[in-house]
């Protein structure tokens, strides 16, 4: 049986998911074997998370909520990460606030 996660969280980043922390975000899915997807709505399109093409291409702004999922080894871990990266602002900063919510 295949591990799966998810989970939702919002940008509080200033600038939403822009150049440098969709950098940082592929960049920490691609650690990870588990396939990963992200959304900006519950119902999709899902996309692949350890694009980084694809992720700026969302273009999500601050307040945007981010619908995650990954499955395969170490799914949990894996969004547990990406959301910790959301929450702390993508490292780089940025006053604001965060808002996790289980899935």
Known sequence: MSDT???QVE????VGLHA???VKFTKLA????????MALAPGGP?????????VMATK??????LHLRASGDGARAAIDALVALVQRNFDE????ETDVRPA
């Open 5 to 7: 996660a998810e989970a």
């Open 11 to 14: 940008i509080r980043h200033a």
């Open 20 to 22: 440098r922390p969709s």
């Open 30 to 37: 691609k650690t990870f074997a588990a396939r990963v997807e």
């Open 46 to 54: 899902w996309i692949d998370a350890k694009s980084i093409v694809k």
């Open 60 to 65: 999500a702004p601050k307040g945007t909520v």
């Open 93 to 96: 900063g940025v006053e604001g």
